[in-house]
């Protein structure tokens, strides 16, 4: 079982930066690929990025690459999300996501463990 509690988000103008915390409970975090996806108002979720169980390893939407950089902590059992020149339409909640496999998965149903989610809004 492994519990996830994000944190770092807020309201930030377009251009600036935010910076997504994850922490994981339990003692499996280590052995899980981590994910981030986002949710806006009256849209699907969708998928943000991930990283594989050692960090060798990281996938990107195109809508973010160049611009948000993930990564993870094993001692810490955190996993990252460093945003940066935020647009308004970055605005969502953001999960943070755990999947037990080691598959850089960009589908929801990949993922076995998923945090409550917190705000990012941008504003133009």
């Known amino acids: 079982q492994v519990q996830l509690v994000e944190s770092g988000g807020g309201l930030v103008q377009a251009g600036g930066s935010l910076r997504l915390s994850c922490a994981a409970s339990?003692?499996?975090?280590?052995?899980?690929?981590m994910g981030w996806f986002r949710q806006a108002p009256g849209k699907a979720r969708e998928f943000v990025a991930a990283?594989?169980?050692?960090?060798?390893?990281?996938y990107y939407a195109d809508s973010v690459k160049g611009r948000f950089t993930i990564s993870r902590d094993n001692a810490k059992a955190t996993v990252y999300l460093q945003m940066n020149s935020l647009r308004p339409e970055d605005t969502a909640v953001y999960y943070c996501?755990?999947?037990?496999?080691?598959?850089?998965?960009?589908?929801?149903?990949?993922?076995?463990?998923w945090g409550q989610g917190t705000q990012v809004t941008v504003s133009s």
């Open positions: 339990g003692h499996t975090f280590s052995r899980c690929a």
């Open positions: 990283v594989s169980r050692s960090t060798l390893r990281t």
């Open positions: 996501a755990a999947a037990m496999s080691n598959t850089l998965g960009r589908r929801g149903e990949e993922y076995d463990y």
